[in-house]
């Protein structure tokens, strides 16, 4: 009685007609395996830590290689497909295992791997909800993400909009931490930060203007009395480093002024949550018309009143010399 292993290890005592069994099974494996390997080496090829399949010349530890000319449809590789995730999180030796969501569950379709760091499965950029589909999943941008997709404000920069409430407030920031004056506010624009020195274009801004989408609309209450009262100043902002000197208003004197002349409401001056004040230059263009129109009726009036004096002290004169005459000739008559 002799001992046989076949398979994994193991000692078992069989009889003569047991050990003439296995070997007559033994035989019948080792000839369907030479089949099977004899029908796949004509496909399947290695190298030492290579593997090639048609291809004698594997260029990678895995190489596939298309044998159809043309490509027909089965030309490529299926790998695993589900429906959910695994319930239980794989470990770190499935570190970057692969594979492919069919969209007939809860995870969007596409090609996912385990990321063991994260611990989580990432969708492939481009793939399912992975990559970026909207400006919200950018590392750089910012956008509302309430899901009704009815108005939603766009920042683009690092920390733009960092302070927005992401609601559907339509603002805009672009550059570097562009934060809108009001956070809770809607249709502001704002271009980078406290910081910039010089902002260009090529040709002028329109300013549109919509009778129909205007109210209470009525003629400008100051104008000369305003201007009158402005201070002119230059200055060098501190964050100029060409140190070249700059024109403009203080806008707490706007303020103020406004203030006296019983105006609280005025929007050329806005002021932001953090009470930084800001001045729209362009409003005072309407503010200077006044103050010119005022102004020269004015000039107009005090010039009607030199005409009316001159005509009177042409009339005058000619008084006088009408009187010089009689004067005159009644002293002839004397003599």
Avoid at 9 to 24: D, G, S
Avoid at 277 to 283: E, F, K, P, S
């Amino acid at each position: 009685m002799k001992n046989y292993t076949i398979g994994r290890t193991q000692t078992n005592t069989i009889t003569k007609q047991q050990q003439t069994t296995a070997l007559a099974y033994k035989a019948m494996l080792m000839a369907c395996a030479g089949l099977l390997f004899l029908s796949l080496s004509t496909h399947v090829y290695a190298q030492t830590g290579r593997v090639g399949i048609n291809t004698d010349d594997p260029k990678a530890t895995l190489h596939i290689k298309a044998n159809n000319t043309p490509a027909q449809p089965t030309d490529g590789v299926l790998i695993p497909s589900l429906d959910e995730f695994p319930t239980t999180n794989p470990g770190s030796d499935q570190d970057g295992m692969l594979v492919f969501i069919t969209g007939n569950g809860t995870p969007a379709k596409g090609f996912y791997y385990w990321d063991h760091t994260a611990t989580q499965w990432q969708a492939l950029a481009g793939s399912g909800t992975g990559g970026a589909t909207k400006i919200d999943d950018l590392s750089d941008g910012k956008s509302d993400n309430d899901g009704t997709e009815d108005g939603s404000s766009i920042f683009l920069g690092i920390e733009a909009g960092a302070n927005d409430d992401g609601d559907d407030n339509r603002n805009i920031g672009i550059g570097y931490n562009a934060q809108v004056p009001n956070n809770n506010g809607s249709n502001q624009i704002r271009m980078g930060n406290g910081n910039i020195t010089y902002a260009g274009i090529e040709i002028p801004w329109s300013i549109t203007f919509k009778r129909g989408s205007k109210s209470q609309i009525r003629a400008l209450p100051y104008g000369l009395n305003l201007v009158k009262q402005l201070k002119p100043v230059d200055y060098i902002r501190k964050n100029n480093e060409h140190k070249t000197r700059e024109i403009g208003f203080i806008a707490q004197d706007i303020e103020n002024t406004l203030k006296q002349l019983g105006y609280n409401d005025q929007g050329l001056l806005s002021k932001n949550e953090e009470g930084l004040m800001g001045i729209r230059y362009n409003d005072f263009i309407p503010v200077l018309t006044k103050a010119i129109q005022e102004q020269q009726a004015l000039i107009e009036a005090q010039q009607q009143q030199m005409q009316a004096q001159q005509q009177q002290m042409q009339t005058q004169q000619q008084e006088i010399e009408a009187l010089k005459a009689m004067l005159e000739k009644i002293m002839e008559q004397r003599q």
